[in-house]
C-alpha cells in the first residue's frame, strides 16, 4: 500500500511537472508589453582634410593631408602649424611615415592673414633644428601655409624679428617667402648666368601607400619648364626612392595658356590603357601639380590628339 501510495505522488508529481514546462513553452503576449523596434541610423559626416608638407622617412620634405576641423583662414594655419610640431596639439594627425619638423618647445607667438600675405611670429626654438635639416624647416613651413587658399606668401619673424638668413647655413632669405624659394632643391648648374629652377613632383611609396615629393631642379635649362616636367617624368631611373608613372615614350605634342587654364596636348603615350582612353590618376597628379607650382593657373585641361580627355583643378588637389 505504501509503496502504491509513493508511485501514485511520483506520477502526479510528473503530471504537474509536464504542465508547467508545457506552459512555459507556449508563446504569451502581455497586453501591457510593447514590441520594441529596433531602428539604426547611420550618420554621415563630412571628414576635412587638408594639404600639410611634412618630413618623409627619405628626409625629403613630401605632400600628405591631416584631418583638420577648421575651414580656412587663420583657424587652418594655426592648426597645421601645430601638428607639425614635434609633440604638438594636433601631431596625433600625422600619417605613418612621416614626422613633424618644428621643434618640440617652438610657441606660435601671433599668426595674421591680411592681403594674401599671412605674418608668423614664433619663438627662437623654432630655429633649434639639426643644420642639415635648417632649410627643409623652412620649405616645409612655406609649402604648407601657401597651401591654404587665402595665403600667396609669408612673413616669418622669429621673437618679433624678420628672419633674413638662416643661422647654421647661412642660408639668404627674402623677405616675402612663397614657393620661388624651391624645396628639395637639386643643383645642376654649369654657370652662374641664366639659371632656371622647375619644379616637379614624384611619388613616393610608403608600405602601400603613394605619396607626392617635390623636387626643385635648379639649372641653366633654358627649355619651356613644361618641356622639363614632362622630360623628368619620363626618365625611367628612378632617384633616391622617388619614382614616376609616366610612359617615357609619352610625347607632348603642344601646350598653350588661355586665362587660368593651361592646355596640355599629348599623343596616346600617356594613356594606361588606349581602348578606355584612361590615364594613370598618379600620371596626372604628377603632371598637374608640378604645373601648378610652376605656373600661375587654377586648371589643367589633358588632350590626346587634340581631344579632350579631362582635367583637374589647383583646388581639388590642394
Known amino acids: 500500500m505504501l509503496k502504491r501510495m509513493s508511485m501514485k505522488k511520483i506520477l502526479t508529481s510528473s503530471i504537474v511537472l509536464l504542465i508547467v514546462f508545457l506552459v512555459y513553452l507556449i508563446p504569451r503576449e502581455s497586453p501591457d508589453t510593447t514590441p520594441i ?6 550618420v554621415n559626416q563630412d571628414i576635412k582634410t587638408h594639404t600639410i608638407y611634412l618630413l618623409d622617412n627619405n628626409n625629403y620634405v613630401s605632400k600628405t593631408s591631416i584631418k583638420v576641423a577648421s575651414d580656412g583662414g587663420e583657424e587652418l594655419a594655426r592648426e597645421l602649424l601645430e601638428a607639425m610640431i614635434e609633440e604638438g596639439k594636433n601631431s596625433d594627425q600625422i600619417p605613418n611615415g612621416f614626422r613633424p619638423v618644428i621643434p618640440s618647445a617652438t610657441q606660435i607667438h601671433a599668426l595674421e ?24 624647416l623652412i620649405e616645409a613651413v612655406i609649402y604648407t601655409l601657401t597651401s591654404i587658399e587665402e595665403v600667396k606668401n609669408v612673413l616669418l619673424y622669429i621673437d618679433g624679428v624678420l628672419l633674413t638668413e638662416l643661422p647654421q647655413t647661412h642660408i639668404h632669405l627674402p623677405a616675402t617667402l612663397n614657393r620661388e624659394i624651391g624645396i628639395n632643391k637639386d643643383y645642376h648648374l654649369t654657370s652662374t648666368k641664366g639659371i632656371t629652377s622647375t619644379t616637379v613632383y614624384y611619388i613616393h611609396k610608403y608600405n602601400d601607400d603613394y605619396f607626392y615629393t617635390p623636387v626643385t631642379t635648379i639649372s641653366n635649362d633654358p627649355r619651356e619648364k613644361i618641356e622639363i616636367i614632362i622630360d623628368q617624368l619620363e626618365s625611367s631611373a628612378t632617384k633616391d626612392n622617388l619614382m614616376s608613372f609616366l610612359n617615357s615614350s609619352t610625347n607632348l605634342l603642344e601646350y598653350a595658356i588661355q586665362d587660368n587654364q593651361m592646355i596640355v596636348c599629348f599623343d596616346e603615350g600617356i594613356f594606361n590603357d588606349f581602348e578606355v582612353k584612361d590615364i594613370l590618376e598618379e600620371v596626372l597628379y604628377t603632371i598637374s601639380l608640378s604645373i601648378y607650382d610652376n605656373y600661375p593657373v587654377e586648371e589643367v585641361l589633358f588632350e590626346v590628339n587634340g581631344e579632350e580627355i579631362t582635367k583637374t583643378q589647383l583646388k581639388a588637389l590642394e
Do not use: P
Open 37 to 42: 523596434k529596433t531602428t539604426v541610423e547611420y
Open 113 to 136: 592673414i591680411k592681403e594674401n600675405t599671412l605674418k608668423l611670429d614664433v619663438s627662437k626654438e623654432f630655429l633649434q633644428v639639426a643644420k642639415d635639416l635648417e632649410e627643409s
